[in-house]
């Protein structure tokens, strides 16, 4: 399994300061994926490793900027908010699927 993240303009706040580049047509958003087939996802473990992993590869998509400035620090901590509330419904339903019960029942018709 794995859940792709876009660091596109997910909020106004982030599009408000998304580069101009961004809003040319033809532009496509950076995108990264994360894997989680290798994730036990079923256990606490698993699912802070999936985190950790969501969030390294929400802060490569919004690392942008070269500038460390207090605007492009806030800038980067917006968009990595957003790329990562992005992902939460994916990231929640593949949790919930790794700890439901895998066992049906059977019932007889007598």
Same mark, same amino acid.
């Given at each position: 399994?794995?859940?792709?993240?876009?660091?596109?303009?997910?909020?106004?706040?982030?599009?408000? =300061?998304?580069? /101009?580049?961004? #809003?040319?047509?033809?532009?496509? +958003?950076?995108?990264?994926?994360?894997?989680? @087939?290798?994730? %036990?996802?079923?256990?606490?473990?698993?699912?802070?490793?999936?985190?950790?992993?969501?969030?390294?590869?929400?802060?490569?998509?919004?690392?942008?900027?070269?500038?460390? =400035?207090?605007? /492009?620090?806030? #800038?980067?901590?917006?968009?990595? +908010?957003?790329?990562?509330?992005?992902?939460? @419904?994916?990231? %929640?339903?593949?949790?919930?699927?790794?700890?439901?019960?895998?066992?049906?029942?059977?019932?007889?018709?007598?």
């Amino acid at each position: 399994m794995r859940i792709t993240l876009v660091a596109a303009a997910m909020t106004a706040a982030v599009l408000s =300061t998304a580069p /101009a580049f961004a #809003q040319v047509p033809g532009y496509e +958003a950076p995108r990264a994926t994360v894997h989680v @087939a290798d994730l %036990d996802l079923s256990r606490d473990s698993g699912v802070k490793l999936f985190d950790r992993r969501l969030w390294q590869a929400a802060d490569a998509l919004c690392a942008g900027t070269t500038a460390i =400035t207090p605007g /492009a620090m806030q #800038q980067m901590r917006q968009c990595r +908010a957003a790329v990562i509330d992005q992902a939460a @419904a994916k990231r %929640d339903a593949a949790i919930r699927a790794a700890r439901r019960p895998a066992a049906i029942a059977l019932a007889t018709t007598d």
